[in-house]
Each structure stands twice: as C-alpha cells, then as structure tokens.
C-alpha cells in the first residue's frame, strides 16, 4: 500500500533554510516520478518542482529557481526538499506527491516564514 509522510516543516526567519523529507512505502522512490506542491492560505495548489523516475536533473518553479533543491534519499526511501534562503511567501503547507495515476499525496507539512 502506497503512503507517503511529510515531516521537516516549522516555523523559520526569512532568510532561513529548513529540510523537508517525504518518506514513502509501497514502492521504490528511486525509480519513481515524484513532486513537491505546496497551498498557501487562500490560494491553490501549486507545483514547486519535480523529479522524473529515470534520473534526469529536477525541474523547479520559476518562483523557487536557485533556492530550493529536490533529491532522493535511497537509503531511507524518501524525497527531500531543501529550501534555502526562504521568504514569507514560501509560507504554505507542503506536499509531496507520486506522480502516477491517480497520483498519490502525503497529509502535507506547515511552514512558515515568518519574523
């Protein structure tokens, strides 16, 4: 069975880094398309970026370019996000996704920018 657990998320100053990490059972993350969304307040869902299962170099929103890193964990099985340099309006809970069909979704983790 197929689930996926967001931890890493908090309350951080601008300008801060934090480390999110998807861990995923039910199937290999290695081999496995996967993305980071994020939901703000009053907004809708959006794609941070994404990572193809065959190893090509991540894609990432304009908005997150340069500041936001996606890679895999092997050892553990999981996805991370590392995000650097962060701004109030990163503020949002975070998802991780596995981008089959239907995709699947983690249950989300807050963060917040904020001084």
């Known amino acids: 069975q197929v689930q996926l657990v967001e931890s890493g998320g908090g309350l951080v100053q601008p300008g801060g880094s934090l480390r999110l990490s998807c861990a995923a059972s039910g199937f290999t993350v290695s081999v496995s398309a996967m993305s980071w969304y994020r939901q703000a307040p009053g907004k809708e869902r959006e794609l941070v970026g994404s990572?193809?299962?065959?190893?090509?170099?991540?894609n990432y929103a304009q908005s997150v370019k340069g500041r936001f890193t996606i890679s895999r964990d092997n050892a553990k099985n999981s996805l991370t996000l590392q995000m650097n340099s962060l701004k109030p309006e990163d503020t949002a809970v975070y998802y991780c996704?596995?981008?089959?069909?239907?995709?699947?979704w983690g249950q989300g983790t807050q963060v917040t920018v904020s001084s």
């Open positions: 996704r596995l981008d089959t069909w239907p995709p699947r």
């Open positions: 990572i193809s299962g065959i190893g090509l170099v991540p």
